[in-house]
């Protein structure tokens, strides 16, 4: 299809607002899907997506909408995340696009991820539709949410659809929209071919596949590639475009958006952001986008020293089809060898954390999060630390800087006295109030990247009835005064248990760190004594006591079965416990900080 | 050697604690019990013919409901049918309140040479709470009768760690236990299932939930207690005086074979293991038309019977060979500087507060 008839667009909107809804109705609307294919949310294909209801990955879809003016176009629709965690996804999303939907939900309004996905989408020179979707709820307020939009596009009020996603209103002025305001792609169709890969999966059976936006030139079955960050070179062996599923075709040509297999069995030669050009005609790399930075980093380890080969294994498949995952091996003297890993978010960890167990059936033990920090020694030189464990001895510590992030809430102005009193317990910097519209306020506010990661979104959820939104990204280092808080189980340090914090936190941490651990540990055979300190000194402790009486009263004949049954069904618990010395932990005891009020 | 079980699954009424196999008495039903037994004694025989039994129990259920002379009746046959050592151990369990002085004489004439008697207690507020069909007057009066008529291989079994129950209440009972020549007493802490009625009553409150503190220090009390009268503690809840020992049920934790007769009795090769159907009237349907009334066996695998000899021995007063736990001397070691065990030659014995912790130990020497 010539360029003039392809439109390629994303659908950006703050979680819940009705992006997949959205999507649903003009896979519909196009006919891309036969009725019975048609699910609900089709984009949305990963088992752990449907259940959290977050689009994590992004994919892409080819429809084709026959125009109010007679012609065909082609529309692939990239499909983008919709949680701050994956903002990179987002934009990366968008670099294969020319324009994107922008969804605002009629009740909610402009909330803090409309406005960041807005900043992202101007960063890319994108065309905006903005799309108001839930008119047909009571509760709409239509008029305010236009001015919402008004306000932060500079947009007249007639360039506002308004769409009922559930109901099929507006869907048809939609599509017409996309074609009439949406820039075709303007690639050189004579040139050499040029593709940017956006994404990646991996088969089973066809190895790492690529999902590409083609700029220039065309590419063909057969023809030899090469991926200009590795200069390796591959023939392709199928191309086509996506649907419900891969359609082949013979050749994808300038502007268009597809997937492409070269028999890459190596996992790591298919780079998201990489341009892919023919072997013989090199060509300039197309920009790529902003590599995704991991934030948050963490121990995760086999509960099974034994498995440590399966799980570097996993590692690689996953970081396969999730390019910001990084990791690298890492010993603990507690947990033994395993890895380090970054992750975008916790939203991000957790989900690593999911797939590797359920998909790749591992058992796992993952330690307590930590941002990164710089650590600056008297002796002058700069340490990257992501490891409470390689922080180096206090005495050779001149400052340790951690990473603060800008944040905006937008929230209704009633919930601001609670929000600025959290933001006050993190650590929160205050910057400047702006008024979206007379009842909702965007509150900028900057802070430790640490004091967010742990359960501040659930905390903003609940200091405003549910209604705060929430988004960031990073700003810089700053200098802070912060601390290793250790654990000591039986007096001996437990290395996978220490914590780098702010010193005036340190004590409330240490107890009640203490006081979640002594709910987690089962009762040994012994007491077991529980301690947080700071270097030497010891600011909270507390213990388990010990096992009094586990006896099964009387074992007979037909009582053996029963009783040997049973050892080994609690043997199978026991092998969830990691031996730490004498003492047996349990996996989650490692997380603990996670679940601290 | 071998010792050979007899299930026999009737009582006067259900207690409220009881997870065993037992119905209340019907007289037709008991007569077909019988002749179902008879008739596993037939079937088994073969199998059986080249083991020699040194031990004979009747369990239940109730047995002393049986009938003297039906008792008789089954030694003869079970005399008949398998190769026995001299001497054997015949054990019969028996309730206060099925024991007249005629018919204790005549188990004794038919070759019951044990006799177990559930007591459990000697208060009565606590034979009520466990719902016995005997006030403790009955007690003590069905044991005077058992030595009187001539038995001198006496058990008595009591229950403690009961709801409400004090060191001293419990003191009292044992005071009146050895008052008698019993020459064994096996002492259960109680332990509740909810599938019982006192288990439900524990758990949703309607009578106090005994504590683990207060259970371990009457385990602790009954053992020190016993030990003063020269009763050696060689199982959990068994005490013998020396050389009284229950040979049968030693026969059990030493992994011997038994033969078990009668619904939801375990029978136990050495390698294979089965278990009869539960149900009384399916056992004697069965049984009725040929069949053997097997509901499931298993082999045991060289792992299962390492684990089923870890946790039985330690379960004893012998202890575990060290030879069988070389590769967990770290938990040994763990077991001794906590006073849970001690090394008796070249054996793993476990301490009065290790047998509190048998299971536990258990489960650490076999992971
Ligand atoms: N009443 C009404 N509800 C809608 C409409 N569109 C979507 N919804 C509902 O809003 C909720 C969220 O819709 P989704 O389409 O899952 O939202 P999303 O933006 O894709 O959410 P994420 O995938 O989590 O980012 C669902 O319960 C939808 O049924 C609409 O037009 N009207
Ligand atoms: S007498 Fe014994 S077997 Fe019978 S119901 Fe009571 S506890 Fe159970």
């Not at chain 1, 689009?55 to 003016?69: D, E, L, S, W």
């Not at chain 1, 999730?322 to 003297?333: H, N, T």
Request: net charge negative.
């Amino acid at each position: 299809m010539d360029q003039k008839h392809i439109r390629n667009f994303s659908i950006i909107a703050h979680i819940d607002h009705g992006k997949s809804t959205l999507a649903d109705r003009l896979l519909e609307a196009t006919e891309t899907l036969t009725p019975k294919e048609m699910r609900e949310q089709v984009l949305d294909n990963m088992d752990l997506e449907r259940e959290r209801g977050i689009t994590i990955k992004a994919h892409a879809v080819t429809m084709y909408h026959q125009a109010g003016n007679g012609e065909r176009y082609q529309f692939n629709l990239i499909d983008t995340p919709g949680h701050v965690d994956f903002s990179y996804e987002v934009s990366r999303s968008l670099a294969a696009c020319e324009g994107a939907l922008l969804v605002v939900d009629a009740v909610q309004g402009v909330e803090a991820q409309t406005m960041s996905n807005v900043y992202l989408a101007m960063e890319n020179n994108l065309v905006l539709i903005p799309v108001i979707n839930k008119i047909d709820m009571a509760s709409a307020r239509i008029e305010e949410v236009e001015h919402q939009l008004m306000e932060l596009l500079g947009v007249d009020e007639k360039d506002i659809l308004k769409v009922s996603a559930r109901e099929g209103i507006g869907i048809r002025e939609t599509l017409e929209a996309v074609v009439s305001r949406i820039p075709c792609p303007n690639g050189n169709p004579d040139a050499a071919f040029r593709a940017l890969i956006f994404d990646s999966t991996f088969d089973f059976y066809r190895g790492a596949i690529a999902t590409i936006r083609v700029k220039d030139g065309r590419v063909k079955t057969g023809d030899a590639i090469r991926f200009l960050s590795s200069g390796k070179t591959f023939e392709t062996d199928e191309i086509g475009r996506l649907k419900l599923g891969r359609f082949p075709v013979d050749n994808l040509q300038a502007g268009e958006v597809g997937y492409l297999i070269g028999g890459v069995k190596n996992l790591k030669d298919i780079k998201v952001g990489d341009t892919i050009t023919l072997a013989e005609k090199p060509a300039d790399p197309l920009p790529g986008f902003r590599d995704p930075k991991p934030m948050v980093f963490s121990g995760v380890f086999p509960t099974d020293s034994d498995d440590l080969t399966e799980l570097r294994a996993a590692l690689e498949r996953l970081q396969l089809n999730d390019s910001a995952l990084i990791y690298e091996p890492e010993s603990s003297a507690a947990l033994g060898f395993g890895f380090r890993v970054g992750f975008l978010g916790l939203l991000h960890m957790e989900i690593v954390q999911e797939r590797l167990e359920r998909e790749y059936n591992q058992s796992l033990i993952t330690t307590i999060p930590n941002v990164e920090y710089r650590v600056f020694c008297t002796d002058g030189k700069m340490l990257v630390i992501d490891n409470p464990t390689a922080l180096p001895p206090v005495m050779k510590i001149d400052r340790i800087e951690e990473p603060v992030i800008d944040s905006q809430i937008v929230t209704p102005s009633e919930f601001v006295g609670n929000l600025m009193k959290l933001a006050q317990e993190r650590r929160g910097v205050y910057k400047n109030t702006t008024y979206l519209d007379s009842s909702r306020v965007t509150l900028h506010y900057e802070f430790p990247l640490a004091e967010i990661i742990f359960d501040f979104y659930d905390k903003l959820k609940s200091s405003s009835r549910g209604y705060a939104s929430f988004d960031y990204e990073f700003l810089a280092f700053r200098e802070s005064d912060l601390v290793k808080l250790d654990i000591l189980i039986n007096g001996d340090p437990v290395d996978a248990l220490s914590m780098i914090v702010h010193r005036e936190k340190a004590w409330e941490w240490g107890s009640k760190l203490t006081s979640k651990l002594r709910e987690l540990i089962p009762r040994q055979l012994f007491e077991v004594a529980i301690q947080a300190a700071l270097g030497s000194k010891i600011i909270a402790r507390t213990n388990v006591k010990p096992l009094r009486k586990n006896v099964t009263a009387k074992c007979y004949g037909g009582d053996i079965t029963r009783k040997r049954k049973l050892l080994e069904k609690q043997k199978e618990g026991k092998k969830r416990m990691k031996q730490l010395g004498k003492i047996e932990i349990p996996q989650e005891a490692f997380l603990a900080v996670l679940k601290i009020e | 050697m071998a010792g050979l079980y007899v299930h026999v699954p009737f009582c006067l009424k259900k207690c409220p604690y009881c997870d065993f196999a037992s119905v209340p008495v019907q007289s037709d039903l008991q007569a077909e019990w019988l002749q179902a037994v008879r008739a596993e004694t037939v079937l088994r025989a073969p199998d059986w013919k080249p083991i020699r039994f040194d031990t004979l129990y009747f369990g239940g259920g109730t047995p002393s409901l049986l009938d003297p002379a039906d008792v008789a009746g089954l030694i003869d046959l079970f005399s008949g049918s398998f190769q026995w050592a001299r001497n054997p151990e015949i054990t019969l369990e028996a309730n206060p309140g099925t024991l007249s002085g005629s018919k204790l004489r005549d188990f004794r004439k038919a070759g019951i040479n044990r006799l177990s008697i559930g007591i459990q207690s000697f208060r009565d507020e606590e034979l009520q709470l466990l719902g016995r069909m005997h006030d403790a007057a009955e007690a003590e009066n069905s044991l005077a009768r058992t030595f009187e008529s001539g038995f001198e291989n006496v058990n008595a079994d009591f229950i403690y760690g009961l709801p409400g129950q004090t060191p001293a209440h419990w003191s009292q009972t044992l005071g009146k236990a050895v008052a008698f020549p019993l020459t064994h007493i096996s002492a259960y802490c109680l332990t509740w299932s909810g599938k019982t009625e006192l288990g439900r009553k524990i758990e949703s409150g309607e009578v106090e939930k005994p504590s683990e503190a207060v259970q371990s220090d009457l385990f602790l009390r009954t053992s020190s207690f016993l030990a003063e009268r020269h009763f050696q503690h060689y199982e959990i809840s068994n005490f013998s005086l020396e050389g009284r020992r229950c040979r049968h049920n030693e026969g059990y934790w030493k992994g011997n074979p038994y033969l078990g007769l009668g619904p939801s009795s375990h029978s136990f090769t050495g390698r294979e293991r089965y278990w009869n159907v539960s149900d009384t009237r399916e056992y004697c349907r069965m049984l009725n038309q040929g069949l053997r009334p097997c509901s499931g066996s298993e082999t045991l695998s060289r792992n299962d019977i390492r684990l089923e000899t870890i946790a039985l021995r330690l379960r004893t007063s012998e202890g575990l060979p060290l030879a069988m736990i070389q590769n967990k001397t770290d938990f040994c070691k763990v077991f001794l500087e906590n006073g849970l065990a001690r090394i008796r030659g070249d054996r793993l014995v476990l301490t009065e507060n290790g047998f509190l912790m048998a299971d536990e130990l258990a489960l650490r020497l076999t992971v």
